[in-house]
């Protein structure tokens, strides 16, 4: 079976451009979950999507991040504008309900802003 | 607000010795545990769960569980330079509810 796949694995941006990650959960998940992580705040959620509906937007990520699902088997990431800040790892998890503590991660996307 | 707070931030053991890693939730409706470990440039791997109160053994790796004081620990024995990684604790009030993770734990083993 096929792990989390997420796209691309580098980006590098100059500040105030827009970006777009994407991530392919596993095959018959229904939950999906963008994180971001540092060294300094660690895990963060950004996004929590059950059965493609929106449960949870990250609060403090909502004004420059975007999380869509476009179907069940694919997810996409905007950062509009980019920031110095948002230089991270962005990770996509995915996870049956039910057992929404049994996450898959994806490999991430290592993003750097100029 | 932070929900899972892990102690301590790294610790170093010898090749041999015993890791001990704890995790304590501030969220009293909290009833589920997960441990995760994510070795450097890698993303992170559930690597037990525990729901009761009890202990739990999978090989070199045991999980302690106190509901009352809503506190878990994990213990590695007989350590090994490849249990050198960033050790996550997660909790979530159900098995259907979304998970917090805390900052996590850097093990160091040394040959």
């Known amino acids: 079976d096929a792990g989390v796949t997420q796209t691309p694995r580098h980006e590098v941006a100059e500040k105030g451009q827009t970006i777009i990650l994407k991530c392919e959960p596993v095959?018959?998940?229904?939950?999906l979950f963008w994180y971001r992580q540092t060294k300094i705040q660690g895990l963060e959620l950004l996004s929590y999507f059950r059965s493609k509906s929106l449960m949870e937007d990250g609060g403090a990520f909502k004004d420059r991040f975007k999380a869509e699902m476009l179907n069940s088997s694919f997810s996409t990431l905007k950062i509009q504008p980019t920031e110095p800040k948002d230089s991270a790892v962005y990770l996509c998890?995915?996870?049956?309900?039910?057992?929404?503590?049994?996450?898959?991660f994806g490999p991430g996307t290592r993003l750097t802003v100029l | 607000q932070q929900k899972v707070q892990q102690s301590p931030e790294s610790l170093i053991v010898p090749e041999g010795g015993m890791a001990s890693l704890n995790c304590t939730s501030s969220?009293?409706?909290?009833?589920y545990f997960w441990w995760y470990r994510q070795h450097s440039g890698k993303s992170p791997k559930m690597l037990m769960?525990?729901?009761?109160?009890g202990e739990k053994e999978e090989g070199r790796f045991t999980v302690h569980l106190n509901k009352a004081s809503l506190h878990t620990s994990l213990h590695i024995r007989d350590s090994q330079p490849s249990d050198s990684a960033l050790y996550l604790c997660a909790a979530s009030r159900n098995s259907n509810n979304r998970i917090f993770f805390g900052d996590g734990t850097q093990l160091v083993v040394k040959p």
């Open positions: 769960s525990i729901f009761s109160n």
């Open positions: 969220d009293r409706n909290v009833d």
């Open positions: 998890a995915s996870s049956l309900s039910g057992l929404v503590g049994e996450q898959y």
């Open positions: 095959s018959g998940h229904n939950d």
